[in-house]
């Protein structure tokens, strides 16, 4: 089992590239059959997100535009609570169909927090795209429609996500082993 070391942890394989980049393919067609015709506006959430809403947005096959937010909610290896906003929505989202990708759903407060913001905004309807989804950890109510992979309540880094900004840059996804 290929290993990592990150700052002061290992970290282990968990989530070969070759399964997650099938699973978002397989999420990409479905959001392009249930979106025909919406032209929705995919809103990539930073930095986590970058990676997936990449490889996502190439195999959507219906027409769509992209754009990305960044919030904070994460120090170390733990949520802090605070989200902050750190660059905001530049476009009109009023009447659009909206689709927020997310890297990882942990407790929901971040995503909460965005569809709070977004729901003043008058979109015509937002949906909630995120590649892990960490169900047993969810603090909010939340209708996640477009999930690629549940995944058990444990620290991972790969893939976009990242232990203190480090690791981002893997392939694949790992999980800490210490």
């Known amino acids: 089992m290929k290993e990592i070391t990150i700052n002061d942890k290992k970290f282990a394989v968990s989530i070969p590239e070759s399964y997650?980049?099938?699973?978002?393919?397989?999420?990409?067609?479905?959001?392009?059959?249930?979106l025909?015709?919406?032209?929705?506006l995919f809103l990539g959430v930073l930095n986590g997100s970058f990676m997936f809403a990449a490889d996502l947005f190439r195999d959507i096959t219906i027409p769509a535009q992209i754009s990305f937010v960044k919030l904070a909610s994460y120090e170390g290896m733990a949520?802090?609570?605070?989200i902050k906003e750190v660059m905001g929505?530049?476009?009109s989202v009023a009447g659009r169909c909206i689709v927020i990708v997310e890297d990882i759903i942990d407790s929901g407060r971040t995503m909460q927090r965005l569809l709070e913001n977004l729901g003043t905004r008058e979109p015509s309807e937002i949906h909630i795209c995120t590649l892990l989804l960490k169900p047993d950890n969810l603090k909010?109510?939340?209708n996640v429609?477009?999930?690629a992979l549940q995944i058990p309540n444990e620290f991972i880094v790969g893939y976009g996500l990242d232990y203190d900004g480090w690791g981002r840059n893997t392939r694949d996804i790992y999980t800490v082993v210490e």
């Open 79 to 82: 949520s802090t609570g605070v």
């Open 36 to 40: 025909e015709g919406k032209n929705p």
């Open 145 to 147: 429609e477009y999930v």
């Open 140 to 142: 909010v109510d939340l």
């Open 20 to 34: 997650i980049l099938g699973e978002v393919k397989k999420l990409a067609e479905r959001i392009s059959h249930d």
């Open 89 to 91: 929505l530049s476009e």
